[in-house]
């Protein structure tokens, strides 16, 4: 094998608003890390759009498939344009059908809880996201909830396996059956059955309201967390909330062949082109990005480097109560390398 052929080669969709400034940051300390991986760039922009296209071009897509790994700015979806959601397009595109959002407490933060730790797995494929809804008379409507076995056994899964290989003691399926009972009762019994498979892992079953409630009194009953896709939604902001919001929290999507990491929060039009984007959520998501190459020894000394800046407090941006702009925070961040 040529020394390039450990090169991956990584897609790198900017995105809009302050995506390209937050990827920038994620280049910059890749490259200071000397993370062996390259960029193939593809700026997708909802700016000059028609009504009706494709928003994401097909050799963009085609350029994820080919390298399996992609990491993505927010993109902005125009309203009233008849697009469906990008974010929507491109998980059903390439088949991403789980999303994996770990929310830990960051030393330096203040947060209502000290030791948070969970990790939502949500189901990214159907549930109510299918987007079947028609008018049935003036004034009724009706939106349909697709929950299939093959998915829900797929995403339960892929939460045990993530548990095992991470080392985590349990997984909680977050339902609805009680009223819900076709749909989340067949999801939750994709989850008991494979529970069985997994005897090292403790699993848990919880309402969704009840979860909701204990998340935000009793976090430390949580650790992995197995979700349909709008439960999984929701859930994984109020997670993500518990640790300090969306500026910090990673996400990354799976597919049989495909990795797509992003960042969680939007466009943040207010703050763009400006420098004072925190682009921690990328990088994060990025640096799980590299447990997937296994390039483990990257990915800690980039998180160390991370967690060390924002602990010690001299650099933060303005969404945690700095003064840093994105590129000092950036720079912080290599020097700790
Ligand atoms: P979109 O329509 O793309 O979702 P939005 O108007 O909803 O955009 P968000 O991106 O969701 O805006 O951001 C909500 C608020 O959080 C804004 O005030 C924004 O400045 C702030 N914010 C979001 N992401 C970040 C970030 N990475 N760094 C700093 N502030 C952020
Ligand atoms: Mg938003």
Redesign the pocket.
């Known amino acids: 094998a040529s020394p390039t052929d450990a090169l991956h080669t990584v897609v790198l969709i900017p995105g ?3 995506g390209p400034e ?1 990827s920038e940051a994620v280049k910059k300390v890749f490259a200071a890390a000397r993370v062996p991986i390259q960029w193939e760039e593809h700026l997708i922009s909802t700016k000059n759009v028609v009504p009706g296209q494709d928003l994401i071009p097909s050799t963009a897509l085609d350029a994820i498939r080919r390298h399996g790994y992609g990491i993505k700015g ?1 993109l ?1 979806t125009p309203i009233g344009k008849g697009h469906k959601s990008l974010n929507l397009t491109l998980r059903q595109a390439l088949g991403l059908y789980a999303n994996v959002r770990p929310c830990r407490t960051v030393p330096g933060i203040r947060t209502k809880f000290d030791h948070v730790d969970v990790v939502t797995i949500r189901e990214n494929t159907e549930g109510e996201y299918v987007g079947l809804e028609h008018e049935v008379v003036p004034g009724v409507v009706e939106s349909l909830k697709v929950i299939t076995r093959s998915a829900s056994e797929r995403g339960a899964r892929f939460a045990f396996e993530f548990a095992r290989q991470n080392k985590r003691r349990r997984v909680t399926a977050v339902h609805k059956a009680s009223v819900l009972k076709l749909s989340d009762g067949m999801f939750l019994e994709c989850c008991r059955r494979t529970a069985k498979e997994y005897p090292d892992i403790e699993f848990r079953e919880a309402l969704i309201e009840l979860c909701c409630g204990y998340l935000i009194s009793q976090p430390q009953r949580y650790d992995v967390l197995v979700l349909t896709n709008l439960a999984g939604d929701i859930v994984s902001d109020l997670a993500a909330g518990l640790v300090g919001g ?2 910090l929290t990673a996400s990354l999507n799976k597919g049989e062949h495909t990795v797509l990491a992003e ?1 969680v ?7 763009a082109g400006k420098d ?6 990328l990088l994060l998501s990025a640096v799980m990005m590299l447990r997937e190459m296994n390039l483990h020894d990257h990915a800690d000394r980039i998180e160390r480097a991370i967690y060390t800046v924002i602990k010690e407090g001299k650099n933060l ?3 945690l109560g700095g003064k840093a702009r994105c590129s000092e925070y950036t720079r912080a961040i290599i020097d700790k390398l």
């Open positions: 809009d608003g302050i937050i927010p902005e969306l500026g960042a929060h939007g466009t943040a039009p207010d703050i004072l984007a925190n682009p921690t959520a941006t303005g969404d």
